[in-house]
């Protein structure tokens, strides 16, 4: 295209031949496009999960090792010292305090430094795997927790705000399978050191080997762009429109590219923001966490936040505690920990199977069905946990296989995926802070818990966990809308159409006549007049009127 016609395209945008010089200048410093950008933002997100996913599971063995129990016997759970379970679930669970305190630091300063950054989980790792001493490991894991919290609440909404729409959810997905994978890692490594019993290596090297993958995510970082969303709303527009232009592959002045620009540069206005003099003192402020109107900021931080809370309710008795959970059936050392290395590659195989189902069935039908199945088994642990013979034991360790599989395909990524989807550009960072503060929360909950409860409960922990999943179904068919199909911007269409004609945003995600993002009828709806939007939309509605 010349470039005479390339500016007769802008200046249909209101965007003059200085913006097009300077759009080509933030392109020839791109060092990626199309395929290959979207496979490097796809790889190095997901060896952020993988070192997530990891980092989790890595202690599920380590706790019953003889050399940890040399070096930290407060571990060590008998008869003479009960009150250890409460230790040993401490050690575990103060990871989920430091994940915690990385989120709520990336709710304050996450908008101000972007979508990506380093990782500090490096420096807990190194300290971890050099401790000698229960304090020390306590304070590594809260360091490495913070790294991990920082990861965790950006990474989902990077990748999202960098993924089309059609692929969107099945991109996300493969980040939650890269989770399973590196538990998987993680328990098959610490069987593999589980005969290096005469030295601390056994559980030194596991620990230590997480820092090659926070070194790939370190040293790949660089190469790779901001978001569009975000450099639009730091005010960076002629950058914004490069990077679309690398991520779909074609020229600043195509008709799709301009389209995605002007949906984005919509959502900008629609939040409050002048693209054009945007500045760091128009920072999203935490109290618009509670507003309504069309933009419907409380209930969508709402519905991030009960998600990442329910995905807790479900699954990690399981993940941070497998081996143990093998041993409680009364199977042997080495048994339990092939059965848990065979639990994690079969949860890893599992999760495969959302990849495919995310973007064709749709986000609501998983969870549901998750849910149910999760529910069921649950009941039936417990059901045989109070039977307590070895026929019951059997079935027992194919049912927390059977846990897996239902959580791999309904929750697993699930939760890191809606959030990023359901809340709008100028929310995005502190939504996805708050939510991922909210999976840490309960994370710890659910993991300090759960030794005391089965030490002094046994079985009927598994009633707890059962009732915790029921509640899940009416909640998701109820309150959660459908978000499959639509691209980021379409869901402020979604509410705000919710909000004008007073019903459920869950109905509305489940038509076909919702107007795209950026059409003139989307105008209309999200209320933007000239570029500017009502003064309405900033506050809650009046009495009666639906969040």
Known sequence: MSNEKAEDHLQEDGLDSNFADEVQAASDRMKLRGRKLTATLSF????????????QGVMSAL????QFEKVFPQVVVSDQHPDHATLQSFLVAIYEIGCLSGALINLVLGDRFGRKRCFIMTIGAIIQAASYSYAQIIVARIITGVGNGLNTSTVPAYHAECSPPHQRGSLIMIEGSLI??????????????FWASGSSAQWRVPIAL???FALVVVFALPILPESPRWLMKAGRPAEALAVISALEDKPHTDSTVRTTFHAIKEAVALEGSNIDTLSSSEKASLSELFTGGRTQNFRRVALGVIIQCFQ???INLITYYATILFERLGINDVKSRILAACNGTEYFLASLVAIFLIDRVGRRKLMIF????????MVLLAVLGSINN????????????????????????????YPAEIVGLRMRGPANALSTASNWTFNFLVVMITGPAFQNISWKTYIVFAALNAFIIPIVYFFFPETAGRSLEDMDVVFALAY?????PVTVSLRKDVPPAGSPEAERILGLQAGSISNSDEVLPTEGTKL
């Open 44 to 55: 190095v997100a997901g060896t952020g999960f993988i070192l997530f996913g990891y980092d």
């Open 180 to 193: 399973t994978l590196g538990i998987m890692i993680s328990y098959w490594i610490d069987f593999a050191l």
């Open 63 to 66: 706790l019953t090792a003889n």
């Open 390 to 417: 070895s026929a019951a034991d059997i079935v027992s360790a194919v049912l927390l296989f059977v846990f897996n599989s239902f959580f791999a395909i309904g929750w697993l990524g699930m939760t890191w995926l």
């Open 370 to 377: 998750g849910g149910v199945g999760q529910c069921l088994t």
């Open 500 to 504: 004008l004609e007073n019903v459920s």
């Open 312 to 314: 807790q309710a479900s």
């Open 210 to 212: 997480q820092i090659l």
